[in-house]
């Protein structure tokens, strides 16, 4: 039989051996985005700034985080089709070019409800990056490196939380909180130009006698459709994968959006009262934390695990859950302050980096449920509905924290961790 050769890869007698030119799509594609993430976690740093000018209470801020993080579900559930059927390069660029514009709209805006609109729009397009990304991996990176190389992938999305925060604290201490939303779109469409000239799709393709790299995609596989669709949302193992991943992003973006609230809010009002640029360097620790994790978690799916995802995710789901106990404990007890930003430090670097990181085994998963061709389909699903339980933490932890105290939010945060380590445990994948 007739095969194709990619001659993009390098297969040396059968065995896939990861060439330069694999290394520098798949770098381009990851660091593309990581700038994604430099403009969504922008708004962290800017929360007390834009209260204070504004006027708007943490239960009408939670509106906001909740309207990007719904929309950002809503655009997961289809950008994975979309990404499957059309392309995942150029969503991902379209994703790129609307965030951008989307930025600097929301900060020239100056009502509750402008923010909201443009924020959303902002969560549509930059919905379009994971699947994508992941659609570009599955095509270019050998099915046995897929835990490492996904563990990458995510760590350097974290990386783009690591340079949002001192970006946008520095656009803030200087101009104002709008600045923040101006600096994050010119990393972004900077590094969109270098994308679009360096990646492609998946590998070309001659026709040829010699082995293919099994992981590639084929010219001659059906059209998708909605049937295709609806298989994917009725499958067993992807509902309950789904169902850990909400669990997952309800407790990563509770602390994504409220951590720096919770960290300079005053001693009196259940805070630990300390300094934005204290409170941004302690949560930052968390996306280093997530990078960290999300390569070894990653790896030791592929090495120790044989390729099985379930186990490292558990792990990552309990060591979130003993990390946020801690949290919870910590809001507690008086100590030193010293002391209590080294305990803080921990707790954002394990818990919160354990929770982010997690998220490289998971997603890997949809490939080994589905197969090739319907990976991009399933990985989108399963990220739409783990931005529902986002869009979740947003509304609900502003009211309990308004209501009952920022503990209280900590210790639901600790329970639905805990929660989805126990589902994902009956996903033997």
Not at 6 to 34: H, K
Not at 37 to 46: I, K, R, S
Request: proline letters at 3%; aromatic letters at 14%; a positive charge.
């Amino acid at each position: 039989m007739e095969k194709r050769k990619y001659i993009d890869s390098e297969i040396i007698n059968g065995v896939e051996r990861i060439s330069r030119r694999q290394l520098m799509v798949f770098f381009t594609m990851t660091t593309m985005y990581t700038f994604y993430f430099v403009a969504n976690n922008n708004l962290g740093p800017a929360i007390k700034s834009l209260q204070d000018e504004l006027q708007i209470s943490s239960s009408k801020v939670g509106i906001l985080f909740t309207t990007f993080t719904l929309l950002f579900a809503i655009g997961q559930f289809t950008s994975g089709y979309i990404a499957d059927s059309y392309g995942p390069k150029r969503v991902m660029m379209i994703g790129a070019i609307g965030g951008a514009f989307s930025n600097i709209c929301f900060g020239s805006s100056n009502s509750l409800t402008t923010l909201c609109i443009f924020w959303g729009m902002n969560a549509l397009f930059l919905s379009m990056g994971w699947s994508s990304g992941c659609r570009i991996l599955y095509s270019w990176i050998p099915q046995k490196q897929w835990g490492l190389f996904m563990g990458i992938y995510n760590a350097f999305s974290f990386l783009g939380g690591v340079i949002a925060y001192p970006l946008a604290t520095w656009a803030i201490l200087r101009w104002g909180w709008r600045a923040a939303f101006f600096a994050s779109p010119l990393c972004l469409i900077t590094w969109a130009i270098i994308f679009h000239f360096v990646v492609t799709d998946k590998p070309r393709q001659v026709e040829g006698p010699l082995e293919i790299d099994q992981n590639m995609n084929s010219e001659d596989k059906p059209q998708l459709c909605m049937d295709d669709y609806r298989e994917v949302l009725r499958n067993k193992a992807i509902i309950l994968v789904s169902i850990s991943a909400v669990c997952s992003q309800f407790v990563r973006w509770g602390l994504v959006n409220w951590g720096i609230k919770i960290l300079i809010e005053p001693l009196s009002n259940g805070g630990f009262g300390l300094t934005l640029v204290y409170a941004t360097m302690l949560a930052s620790l968390m996306h280093w934390g997530g990078a960290l994790s999300s390569i070894v978690l990653g790896q030791i799916s592929d090495s120790w695990f044989k390729g099985e995802r379930w186990q490292s995710v558990a792990i990552g789901f309990v060591l979130g859950f003993l990390g946020l106990i801690l949290f919870y404990m910590a809001g507690m007890m008086t100590i030193s302050q010293s002391l209590t930003v080294i305990v803080l430090g921990l707790i954002f670097f394990i818990s919160g980096g354990c929770i982010q990181g997690l998220q490289a085994p998971l997603f890997n998963m949809p490939q080994s449920i589905l197969g090739e061709r319907l990976s991009g389909t399933g990985t989108g699903i399963i990220n739409g509905w783990s931005y529902i339980g986002a869009s979740l933490s947003g509304i609900s932890l502003g009211w309990i924290f308004d209501s009952f105290g920022f503990g209280a939010g900590v210790l639901l945060m600790a329970l639905i961790s805990c929660f989805g380590g126990i589902v994902i445990s009956f996903v033997k994948k």
